[in-house]
């Protein structure tokens, strides 16, 4: 007899799935390298929940979200379309009113959802995970899957919401100013604000600042990222250092190494990305001045907010310039979501799931703690009151092998049913006019010029020229490799790469929209991105002299 | 040889606010457009300062005021003061010189307008924004009566909301930038107004023009339900809506009066589709050449036809509806469209 079977709705059935629908789409952003089972249950379970949550809040006319599939480790997405023309006609009239909240009153809706969740945080963070009776952690790890039903609900309102406003501004744009989201004029608009994620850099780049000062800058620049901690606990000036630090991290350091996956550990568990962050800092010079880029980027937005007015007839000035305001919050959005949602609780999970995993290391139920990420919730709850009557190791070992392979051989981009092709498949995608969709996990399709010779053909995610050598980095735990003025290749970004933008002088990632996380975080330091060049990972080496020019949308590699 | 105080319309702009206020300036600004207005002079500030000077009205002011200054606070007061000080400017004949200058212009005035006879329009121009209404004198015929009228628009400035305002705001109550616009009365069939904005929700994709038989004053001041007509800029389809219009205002001997519509045209429409078209298409000139939407009133006289029988005497930005709510509304409309294919 089988151990388990395919878990319908949660993992893919060939057979019953395309009957659902005939193309299904890895999520490249947010499930490579591939999840552990653990995790790719949260975010099949509950993203799918937030999407449909989100989009039926809101009576989106055209699509009620997205459901979802696991599939070796990958996030396989397809959209759940309105399908007749009459219920699409009922879904504007709602939507026309349910949209109303984020025109009226932006600010006070993403801040009253922040102050929840930071109050969930809070309460599950009141929990001594190591003092606690197993009941309180059993306890504490369902209010954990509460919150991460919560965080999608939000997240996805939010961002459904968020991005509509974006995307009419992009078109208002074109029509009323004669400005398309390639122009760099239109990235001028939309960068130079402030954010958590920002701040959480300053932080970082003071504490640089600080290292210098108090003689702590040889020891950083001259360890390795795994000694850094041990290196600065020899000294007093280190040791007095690393408190300050650590209760920075206490506050702002619950995000996870990488974004969506909880098999790594946090900033808080572990500061050592952040100190490396801290060592980048240092080795960039004390010429540089964080404060001083960023004041450039917002007087450029100024002036282009002057100029994009001007060219807007002035009794339509009123609405669009709301509707700019609008189209500006995205951004901050964006970028502030990742923190504090999806990162935070991430962190929150890792920090329940490990406190269950070491009760059931110590009563024999696993080897290892971090090996509950293998596990189902189902099967947590099984043993979460008695560990030491259960043995669930054999679970373990077997997913734990099938996710070995899976790290072998990266999943397809798309998952279709016999006589469907990719093409067809991003025909549907268009025909949703899901915001999400369009202008982060789909983007629009690069212009192919032969007459550039351009090794690759992308979009523009954020404008400007730059040379330099690539650097290519497939996840997270390489990113130390990067140095000063080296073209950055990656698949996507996420929050964890932002400190590194201040080192690189451009960035060239194999998928993305104007709203994905390069664009924002390009744009707001200044250095061209070039996106959805698809194969950029695969024709580019690390080592390779690198020309990007994202006025183009093109990829120069100058010494094949 | 002292300075130039009248002006002929083609010699002022927009830029002359200050030297003849608002509405001459605006006229003077039509005239250079090539908008069809009714011939005429502006008197600027200059003039009315002359006159407050020469006469000794001035210092007659300035007198009253400096006895009553701490008395002047009170409302009650007030009203007395305004009574008082028009009954100063009033009583003052026009100097000589300044009288035989306004004749000159007068006499040339007829000569433009081609008749022995005529009758103006004597209209305050204030070069600031304040509250109270200054008069305004229509149908007004010979020159003596020009000059008289002249004096009654000065003295206008003087009410009782405008002595509170300039007190309220440590003014001087002697001094008054007040302009005067003369200018023909046209014989009007019919009159109104236009706007390239419906004001109520500023969809500025469709012009409103509004008209009443008789002079435009009955439309301007909302006494009347008037016919409208909605066009649309792009297409130029009209919506229009013809009211039953039983009242309207017109000439006497001297001055103006509200009087019965003759029964036979109450329920007809007050300009034809070709007058519509040209009052239409002007005001969309206007508003492309301001970059702004309009609110403009227009004239039919009763004699010649379109478009030569078409005159503006006002043209100025519109002020419409968008507030907050409405803002919202419409980009929530907006995003809506978005999601239609």
Known sequence: MKVYDVVPGLEFDAERDFAQSPAWFLDGTHSVPPWTPMFGW????????????????????????????????????????????????????????????????????????VKEMLGRYEKLKALDVEKAS????????EETINTCRRMWEIHMYMMYGTYTAYILFENMCRELAGIDDTSPIFHNLVSGFDNKVFQVDRRLWEFSKRAREEGLAETLVQSNASEIVGRLDESAAGRA?????????????????????????????????????????????????????????????????????????QEQRGWFERLMVLAQKSGIFSEEHDHYLDLYTHAMMRRSALGLGNRFVQKGALDGAEDIFFLMPDEVRRAGINPDQFDLRYLVERRKGEWNEWMKTPNPPALLKEGFDLDMAMGVLVQSMDPIALKVVVGSMPQVRPELKADLYGTCGSPGVAEGTARVILSEDELHLIEEGDILVAASTSPSWTPVFSM??????DRGASLSHAAIVGREYGIPVVMNVFEGTAKIKSGQRVKVDANLGAVFILDK | MSKKWLYWFEELNSGHNDLVGKKCANLGEMTGLGMRIPPGFAISVEGYERFMAETGAGELIRQYVRDNVNELKNVRKQVEASRTIRQIIESQEMPPDMRDELYRYYEELKQRAGEDEIAVAVRSSGAVSMPGQMETYLNVRRKESVVRKVIEVWGSAFTTRAIAFRLEKGMPLDKAPIGVAVLKMVDAKSAGVVLTVL??????????????WGLGESVVSGEITPDQYIVDKESGCVECTVNKKTKMIVYKDSGTAMTDVPGDIQAKPCVDEKELKEIVRIAKEVESYFNCPQDMEWVLDCSGCCPENLYWVQARPAKYSKTKEKEAEYLAELMTRMFKS
């Open chain 1, 504 to 509: 690189i002088k451009g960035v060239i990632v």
């Open chain 1, 241 to 313: 250092f690393m408190k300050d630090f650590m209760s920075f991290m206490n506050e702002d350091g619950w995000r996870m190494q990488r974004m969506s996956e909880i098999n790594l550990p946090s900033w808080v568990e572990d500061p050592t990305p952040a100190l490396v962050n801290v060592k980048q800092f240092i080795q960039k010079g004390g010429n540089f001045n964080l404060d001083e880029e960023r004041k450039k980027i917002t007087e450029q937005r100024k002036e282009a907010e002057k100029t994009v007015l001007s060219k807007v007839p």
């Open chain 1, 134 to 141: 197993n009941i309180e952690l059993l306890d504490n790890f």
């Open chain 2, 199 to 212: 004001p109520t929700v500023g969809d500025t994709s469709k012009v409103v023009v509004e008209g009443n």
């Open chain 1, 42 to 113: 949260f975010w099949v379970n509950f993203c799918r929940h937030g999407m449909q949550y989100g989009a039926e809040k809101l009576s989106l006319p055209t699509v009620k979200g997205w459901d979802w599939r696991f599939h070796k480790g990958g996030g396989y997405l397809t959209l759940l379309l309105v399908k007749s023309e009459e219920e699409k006609q009922r879904r504007e009239a709602e939507f026309r009113k349910a949209i109303l909240p984020f025109i009226e009153d932006y600010d006070g809706l993403w801040g009253g959802f």
